[in-house]
């Protein structure tokens, strides 16, 4: 016969195997985001793990299947996990169950969480990005939620403030990735740039997604970055009234603007190049960020 005590230490050690698997995803498919958490304080670093290894598991969902609808079967089940309504052990998926002690124990709301699910299910399909307001928006569902999130975590479910530097934040990053992320996704025909800002340079869909992309591309994406700048300056600006536990969450904002300037250099191909910083290099700035935020 179990004892309470052999249940409790069993469901301990799923738990600590659950938080060792999202600390790995994250370690191996959002480095930036991982060396960043790094430099938050170590009782925080396992939930904040378990929130971005979530966010990176519904963003290659499209990797995982074959077809759209599989997509949306796979985000269904997430919804439902989060909902409490999915069927079985939910919490067999480490994933999962780190979030699920993440939203318990830090208070989270779910609702962020299924819009963030919702925002991804345009990842599933080739149709192109309308308009610039359609993109701040996708970045805000996404990047900026997770900044706000993991301010939460931080604060321990209180009200951390900065709402909108995060928001902000989130654009930032989000556009500066999805520019970083321009070769693969044209290859996978997906087009993240919006059309109003393709149309005045003449560029279309299909000039992406089949390599050709030109000197019209080149003047999208410096206008692509002037975006992410702006919203750059905009969460700097909003950062006044931001708790200073929760500042830790904003770490990965700094290496925004080394990105940016890495597309800036001569040679740069937007549909071509690579875009990358030394691991020295990132460690250094976000080191340096963490110092001033103290």
Known sequence: MTTKAETAGAAGEGLAFAFRHCEDLVREGDPDRYFATLFAPAAFRPHLFAIYAFSLTIARVREAVTNPMAGEIRLQWWRDALQGEARGDVKANPVAAALDDAIVKRRLGRQPFVDLIDARVFDLYDDPMPRVNDLEGYCGETASSLIRLASLVLCD???????????????????????????????????????????????????????????????????????????LDAHAAGLAGLAPAARAAFLPVALVEPYLAAMERPGYVPLNTVVAIPRWRRLWRLWRAARRAR
């Open 157 to 231: 479910g209180a009200e951390p403030g900065g709402a909108a530097a995060a928001g902000h934040a989130g654009v930032a990053y989000g556009v500066t990735g999805l520019l970083r992320a321009l070769p693969w996704h044209a290859r996978q025909g997906q087009v993240y740039v919006p059309a109003d800002i393709l149309r005045p340079y003449g560029v279309t869909r299909e000039d992406i997604v089949t390599g050709r992309g030109g000197p019209g591309l080149l003047r999208a994406t410096a206008d692509l970055r002037a975006l992410a700048r702006r919203h």
